[in-house]
């Protein structure tokens, strides 16, 4: 999400640390309580549900540059050109493979 939409605020990188710190916690936490997959028998299931709510909490709150979520982008179908993936790749990929 942060390649697709990399025209964040000048906090996008302590976003980027955040959630993905909090959504792993948040996995392992309940992977390891096994407190959800005893209701959902089908583990595979609830990874594809547990994804799905993650992408979607994650495109409400992330800040934009512009000042309009990312989930609201997508609604108004304002999709990343190939210009914004690359610069994306840029600005995030290389802030941890080139340190």
Not at 1 to 29: D, E, Q
Not at 43 to 66: A, C, G, R, T
């Amino acid at each position: 999400m942060f390649i697709c939409f990399p025209y964040t605020n000048k906090y996008g990188h302590y976003f980027l640390y955040g959630l993905t710190a909090f959504w792993c916690v948040l996995y392992l936490y309940l992977k390891v309580k096994n407190i959800l997959f005893r209701l959902f028998p089908f583990s595979l299931i609830f990874k594809m549900i547990f994804f799905i709510f993650m992408l979607f909490i994650n495109s409400l709150i992330i800040p934009q540059s512009n000042g309009k979520p990312i989930i609201k982008k997508i609604l108004n179908k304002e999709y990343p050109t190939s210009n914004d993936i690359k610069h994306g790749r840029i600005k995030f990929l290389n802030s941890f493979f080139m340190k």
